[in-house]
């Protein structure tokens, strides 16, 4: 089966930065799609991005052109870079991939996710 591991996230203040990683290990063939969710302290997990097979990519309205999905396949790596955050992007990040696996098949899950605080 699949592992998922994140990192990157953390405190950031008000309009900084932050690149999440989500590394997949196991039987890992092709990272297919990616999605990137997000959940803040009552409230629903919202989509954030998304990233299809053929590269498309797309955002939620309140994200758009500050945050940016990318895939690296060589490294079984998905990444969500962050730009000039804000306090409302405070919340848990959880990729959601489609993984090739070995066996033929395709697996998704979550993962524990990353927590991402951004101050005023």
């Known amino acids: 089966q699949v592992q998922l591991a994140y990192s990157g996230g953390g405190l950031v203040q008000s309009g900084g930065s932050l690149r999440l990683s989500c590394e997949a290990s196991?039987?890992?063939?092709?990272?297919?799609?990616v999605e990137w969710f997000r959940q803040a302290p009552g409230k629903q997990r919202e989509l954030v991005a998304a990233i299809t097979r053929d590269g498309t990519t797309n955002y939620a309205d309140s994200v758009k052109g500050r945050f940016t999905i990318s895939t690296d396949n060589a490294k079984n790596t998905m990444y969500l870079q962050m730009n000039s955050l804000k306090p409302e992007d405070t919340a848990v990040y959880y990729c959601?991939?489609?993984?090739?696996?070995?066996?033929?098949?395709?697996?998704?899950?979550w993962g524990q996710g990353t927590q991402v605080t951004v101050s005023a």
């Open positions: 959601y991939p489609e993984i090739a696996i070995a066996d033929g098949s395709t697996w998704s899950g």
């Open positions: 196991g039987s890992v063939v092709n990272i297919n799609e």
